[in-house]
Nanobody, 115 residues
Framework: QVQLVERGGGSVQAGGSLRLSCTAS????????MGWYRQAPGKQRDVVAT???????NYADSVKGRFTISRDNAKNTVYLEMNNLKPEDTAVYYC?????????WGQGTQVTVSS
């Protein structure tokens, strides 16, 4: 099993920056893929960015060039650096881990961007 603890989030004005962190309860190099998803009110949960155990990254088109996913293996932590935030980035952000055939989720953290 994998427990995920998220930190970061909050409220910021458009154009601002935030950093989210997600710390896993096990060595993240043993986790197939970690990533960030987000869910706005009344909408489905969508992928934002992912990073594999091999270090390959992928981003949703809407965040390319603004968000960066990275990891610190020694801390078992994955980060999401969010720059040039827009009001449409407002959502609850969830950390995700795929370990074996199972999906694990963090508790979610609110990001609110005001215009």
């Amino acid at each position: 099993q994998v427990q995920l603890v998220e930190r970061g989030g909050g409220s910021v004005q458009a154009g601002g920056s935030l950093r989210l962190s997600c710390t896993a309860s096990r060595n993240i190099l043993t986790i197939n893929r970690m990533g960030w998803y987000r869910q706005a009110p009344g909408k489905q949960r969508d992928v934002v960015a992912t990073i594999t155990s091999g270090g390959s990254t992928n981003y949703a088109d809407s965040v390319k060039g603004r968000f960066t996913i990275s990891r610190d293996n020694a801390k078992n932590t994955v980060y999401l650096e969010m720059n040039n935030l827009k009001p449409e980035d407002t959502a609850v952000y969830y950390c995700n881990a795929i370990f074996g055939v199972d999906n694990y989720w963090g508790q979610g953290t609110q990001v609110t961007v005001s215009s």
